[in-house]
């Protein structure tokens, strides 16, 4: 696991001293090793995390020929039948790097090597002869990868941070992704919140002709998958052997390695799997909130990793130590989420790292086999909101401000801005092939935008800013195949979600277990925006310069009134949003991105 940025310009010869810059950016994401390589055009940089070929993994990784050249982020799972098979056509291997045969499979395939990865990777290959770099980002979008390009070339990076870096040119923000984030609680598909910087998105990939952009393409998407009719009986024999392929290769490691048990069917699942795979995690890790009212998931995940025979580790925190770990999580996250669990996340990363380089987490499997509550909504409730809000049959419609309260908080331009704040759904939704159904269309939408834009952000950042690899086996793409194809009454049945996989991990799991509802990570926030520290949360926000150019002054009044009167969830969201927005500013707009302490409170850093 590692960290990448490079840049690929069209005439002048790349600087030393800022792809110097974008290692130390992101150092946290690799602070085992770094390389270089800086050609006419070309600088590539690279941060690197041990994990596969602990001595002979370092990169830039280059052919035998030194024509091409490689940097990688992730895993690369079938590497060793990829390095057999070319092995045998007489290509030569100097290390056994999971990302080494990806320059012999370049060579051998071209472009449609794409097709032969299995893995969570982003990577660009330098091709010298034709003077040309390919960037490429994984089916799932579980690894990052951020471009620019500018009047003199490229500039790409795993994190925001690193493009600060190579960069001189300070960002702006970008109204559209603005909107995205405070209306759905993150930026979706190639928006982000700066200007001019976008994400490559999943299974896509990009290619530059002599500093020049010459194609985008998808080499894979969801759309491919066609529905399976397929008995309860057949699907449990294919499911049972997909997943003993997944996790052999997933389990190609040469450190030892953890797992995040929440207690739940998907990472209850994993450590089963894991386990009849003649693996054993060194320990489990799960986080509880003591003396709250929010669901603790720690005995749950303690009574499995008791029917395992694992060694557990909870770690117990509380609202305030969260509240606290709010900056620093802005800064891991590098894209703006509102997800809370995050900071449990970055809590649990930071206990784990301490042990591992490497944990599993049950990630992807509400995706796959239609777990979440949002799946069983009735139809008619669904009809209602598209008659209310078309174009995504009734799903993910509902935005985190109503007309009447960003009509008195928005500046105009974010205003004109939010008209299209629904677009990554919609276009999700209608692109849908017309054999697809709803509840498949909803799993597609999820997939394609929350998933890849906040779930993920959340799991790799939160990770990586520990030095901590996460892998995702119910995210690799056949699973995900395997799901959304499923008929819908093996996935739902009455008002059970995920039918298929707890009748499936029956073999290993205690039946009452199975049978529990689904539960998030829950961290005690509604205390939060109250009191004293609402005062000082109005005088933060009323001096950002961020929250000046994009929000009217007297809506935030009025919103801080409005929890002052009475605190309510949907008032809480809002201030969460614009304080996430207004610490993020601080850090990326007006900063440099420099790492702030890893516990204060968020007012003190905005320096109220």
């Known amino acids: 696991m590692c960290g990448i940025a490079g840049v690929f310009l069209n005439t002048a010869a790349p600087d030393q001293a800022r792809l110097s810059a974008a290692l130390?950016?992101?150092?946290?994401?690799?602070?085992?090793?770094?390389?270089l390589h800086i050609?006419?055009?070309?600088?590539?940089?690279?941060?690197?995390?041990?994990?596969?070929?602990?001595?002979?993994?370092?990169?830039?990784?280059?052919?035998?020929?030194?024509?091409?050249?490689?940097?990688?982020n992730g895993e690369i799972y079938?590497?060793?039948?990829?390095?057999?098979?070319?092995?045998?056509?007489?290509?030569?291997?100097?290390?056994?790097?999971?990302?080494?045969?990806?320059?012999?499979?370049?060579?051998?395939?071209?472009?449609?090597?794409?097709?032969?990865?299995?893995?969570?990777?982003?990577?660009?290959?330098?091709d010298q002869r034709q003077n040309r770099l390919l960037l490429v980002r994984d089916r799932l979008g579980i690894k990052p990868l951020f471009f620019t390009q500018r009047s003199d070339g490229l500039y790409f990076g795993s994190e925001f941070k690193a493009l600060l870096a190579l960069h001189p040119q300070r960002p702006t923000v970008n109204a559209q992704g603005l909107a995205?984030?405070?209306?759905?609680?993150?930026?979706?598909?190639?928006?982000?919140?700066?200007?001019?910087?976008?994400?490559?998105?999943?299974?896509?990939?990009?290619?530059?002709?002599?500093?020049?952009?010459?194609?985008?393409?998808?080499?894979?998407?969801?759309?491919?998958?066609?529905?399976?009719?397929?008995?309860?009986?057949?699907?449990?024999?294919?499911?049972?052997a997909l997943m003993d392929d997944v996790m052999r290769k997933h389990l190609r490691a040469d450190v030892p390695f953890g797992l995040f048990l929440s207690g739940g069917i998907d990472s209850s699942t994993l450590l089963a799997l894991i386990r009849n795979a003649g693996a054993a995690p060194l320990r489990s890790y799960s986080i509880g909130f003591p003396g709250s009212e929010v669901f603790n998931e720690s005995s749950e995940a303690e009574?499995?990793?008791?029917?395992?025979?694992?060694?557990?580790?909870?770690?117990?925190?509380?609202?305030?130590?969260?509240?606290?770990?709010?900056?620093?999580?802005?800064?891991?996250?590098?894209?703006?989420?509102?997800?809370?669990?995050?900071?449990?996340?970055?809590?649990?990363?930071?206990?784990?790292?301490?042990?591992v380089k490497m944990v599993f987490t049950g990630d992807g499997g509400d995706e796959a086999f239609a777990g979440y509550g949002r799946y069983r909504r009735p139809y008619v409730q669904?009809?209602?909101?598209?008659?209310?809000?078309?174009?995504?049959?009734?799903?993910?419609?509902?935005?985190?401000?109503?007309f009447w309260s960003r009509r008195g908080l928005f500046q105009p331009a974010l205003l004109r801005a939010n008209d299209d704040w629904r677009a990554p759904f919609i276009e999700s939704w209608q692109s849908a092939p017309r054999a697809w159904s709803d509840l498949q269309r909803m799993q597609a939408v999820d997939v394609e935008t929350v998933m890849a834009d906040r779930y993920l952000v959340k799991t790799d950042r939160m990770t990586m800013a520990w030095g901590l690899e996460a892998r995702v086996p119910f995210l690799d793409h056949r699973v995900i195949e395997f799901g959304l194809a499923l008929p819908d009454?093996?996935?739902?049945?009455?008002?059970?979600?995920?039918?298929?996989?707890?009748?499936?991990?029956?073999?290993?799991?205690?039946?009452?277990?199975?049978?529990?509802?689904?539960?998030?990570?829950?961290?005690?926030?509604?205390?939060?925006?109250?009191?004293?520290?609402?005062?000082?949360l109005e005088q933060a926000l009323l001096g950002s310069p961020g929250i000046q150019e994009w929000f009217l002054p007297a809506g935030i009044r009025a919103l801080v009134a409005a929890q002052q009167r009475k605190p309510a969830s949907a008032t809480r969201i809002k201030l969460l949003r614009l304080l996430h927005f207004m610490i993020w500013h601080r850090l990326f707009i007006e900063g440099n991105g420099a790492e702030p302490a890893r516990h204060q409170d968020p007012l003190e850093f905005l320096g109220v």
């Open 303 to 355: 009574r499995i990793a008791r029917h395992f025979g694992i060694e557990h580790v909870t770690l117990a925190l509380d609202g305030q130590a969260m509240f606290a770990a709010i900056p620093h999580a802005i800064w891991a996250a590098d894209e703006l989420i509102e997800d809370s669990a995050g900071l449990a996340l970055s809590a649990l990363a930071a206990r784990a790292a301490a042990d």
């Open 382 to 402: 669904r009809l209602l909101r598209s008659l209310i809000r078309p174009g995504s049959g009734g799903y993910r419609t509902k935005p985190g401000f109503t």
């Open 39 to 72: 050609g006419a055009q070309v600088g590539l940089a690279f941060t690197r995390l041990s994990i596969i070929d602990l001595d002979h993994g370092h990169q830039p990784l280059y052919s035998a020929d030194k024509t091409l050249c490689l940097i990688g």
């Open 489 to 536: 009454a093996l996935k739902i049945e009455g008002r059970l979600g995920k039918a298929f996989l707890r009748r499936w991990a029956q073999r290993w799991l205690p039946l009452d277990h199975l049978q529990l509802r689904k539960r998030g990570l829950s961290v005690p926030v509604d205390d939060w925006p109250r009191g004293p520290r609402l005062q000082r």
């Open 78 to 126: 079938n590497y060793l039948e990829l390095r057999r098979d070319l092995a045998a056509k007489g290509y030569p291997f100097s290390t056994q790097s999971d990302f080494e045969p990806l320059l012999y499979a370049y060579l051998e395939y071209g472009l449609d090597f794409l097709q032969r990865l299995e893995g969570m990777f982003a990577f660009a290959l330098y």
């Open 24 to 35: 130390a950016a992101l150092h946290h994401r690799g602070p085992d090793d770094s390389g």
């Open 180 to 240: 995205q984030y405070l209306q759905s609680g993150f930026a979706a598909r190639s928006q982000t919140l700066c200007q001019g910087i976008e994400r490559l998105g999943p299974g896509e990939a990009l290619l530059f002709d002599a500093g020049h952009f010459q194609r985008r393409w998808h080499y894979w998407s969801l759309q491919q998958i066609q529905p399976l009719p397929i008995s309860p009986g057949e699907a449990d024999e294919q499911f049972t």
